[in-house]
């Protein structure tokens, strides 16, 4: 039986994580999305001190903490992974950051009302997308804001989702369909910018950086994981340079009753 060094392979993939970004640009995300673009996001969103922010599948937080040490928001992390939220909680004592974070699967969502809604980079995770957005303004006050980035594209066929690892999280939709569902959500798209070119630039860099890890992951005991990653980024960038998927981040405004 293999026995994996986790904090070994978490540092690891940090480490390889940060490499494929530009300096400054790296605060911890798993994700495609760089620091400048979440503090974009986060000014379109009127994110600033007071504002009550709530973000979704947050993982470890890089991106939440970065808004909340720059923007000096109310800060809410959820997650359903017990590690991350550990590791969450860790980073914001560590940099002195106010934070609460929940472990919970989502939907639903904690009770309660928010300013701001966050979901970076999951959108896709969601096959119900009418559900979710409907939990999102329901925690949103009137003129509340939520805040994605879409992965857009019409639903994987079968041979793609044969060639994708985890291709049960991966559900992607057409933007006109997704501004659609938002505003049967009672949210109007106030800002939208696509983000592909800058995506592909880093999903490229993720591909090198991980393949460059590869062997030490394997030593770890994290052989599949990291397989799994070099196949899964490379399928990303393929579909990425073809226009097969495209990046979007959007920022939604809930209307006035």
Request: aromatic letters at 6%; charged letters at 25%; hydrophobic letters at 45%.
């Amino acid at each position: 039986m293999t026995v994996v060094d986790r904090a070994g392979v978490e540092q690891r993939l940090r480490q390889a994580r940060a490499q494929a970004f530009a300096p400054g640009e790296f605060v911890g995300q798993e994700s495609f999305v760089s620091a400048g673009e979440v503090l974009a996001l986060g000014r379109h969103a009127s994110i600033r001190p007071g504002v009550r922010v709530l973000d979704l599948c947050c993982g470890e937080a890089g991106p939440g903490l970065h808004l909340t040490r720059e923007l000096g928001c109310t800060y809410r992390g959820v997650d359903a992974s017990p590690d991350a939220v550990a590791r969450a909680r860790r980073r914001a004592a560590d940099e002195g950051l106010e934070a609460r974070f929940d472990l919970a699967t989502v939907p639903p969502l904690p009770a309660g009302s928010f300013d701001v809604v966050l979901l970076l980079e999951t959108v896709l995770a969601f096959p119900d997308k009418p559900a979710l957005l409907q939990e999102v303004s329901s925690a949103l006050v009137p003129g509340g804001r939520f805040v994605c980035t879409l992965e857009e594209g019409l639903p994987l066929t079968t041979a793609e989702a044969e060639m994708m690892p985890a291709s049960d999280t991966v559900w992607l939709t057409p933007l006109t369909r997704f501004r659609s569902e938002l505003l049967a959500a009672g949210l109007r798209v106030r800002w939208c910018m696509e983000t592909s070119q800058a995506h592909r630039a880093t999903v490229d860099a993720l591909v090198d950086s991980y393949t460059a890890a590869a062997p030490e992951l394997r030593e770890s005991g994290a052989g599949r994981a990291a397989d799994d990653l070099i196949a899964s980024h490379r399928l990303w960038s393929r579909w990425l340079h073809e226009g097969r998927v495209r990046k979007f981040a959007v920022v939604a405004e809930k209307v006035l009753p």
